[in-house]
Nanobody
Framework: QVQLVESGGGSVQAGGSLRLSCAASGLTFSSVSMGWFRRAPGKEREGVAVIDWDGRVYYADSVKGRFTISRDNAKNTLYLQMNSLKPEDTAMYYC?????????????????????WGQGTQVTVSS
């Protein structure tokens, strides 16, 4: 049974930093693509950052230069380092996993590509 458990969310002031973690189990972590997604109140879930099975990374334009996604395959853990946080980054953040390998890898920023989801961790950024 696949389990994804996020941690590291919290409340920070604008300009601050947070590091999210996602512990994965029940899958061959090194062979799947992993992503971070978020859903703000009243908005649809959107892709934030993805690291694919080859280790290539992809980011939403809104977070480029501020967020960094990484993975530790030995620890079956996914990370998201978030710097220079803005109030508009406030959302529930989810990690997700997929065995899909689309030809166009940017499709991995689309939530519909993902089979497995964590429960989420809240990030709140105050101005």
């Amino acid at each position: 049974q696949v389990q994804l458990v996020e941690s590291g969310g919290g409340s920070v002031q604008a300009g601050g930093s947070l590091r999210l973690s996602c512990a994965a189990s029940g899958l061959t972590f090194s062979s799947v693509s992993m992503g971070w997604f978020r859903r703000a109140p009243g908005k649809e879930r959107e892709g934030v950052a993805v690291i694919d099975w080859d280790g290539r990374v992809y980011y939403a334009d809104s977070v480029k230069g501020r967020f960094t996604i990484s993975r530790d395959n030995a620890k079956n853990t996914l990370y998201l380092q978030m710097n220079s946080l803005k109030p508009e980054d406030t959302a529930m953040y989810y990690c997700a996993a997929t065995r899909n390998r689309p030809v166009f890898r940017l499709l991995l920023l689309n939530p519909t590509e993902y089979n497995y989801w964590g429960q989420g961790t809240q990030v709140t950024v105050s101005s």
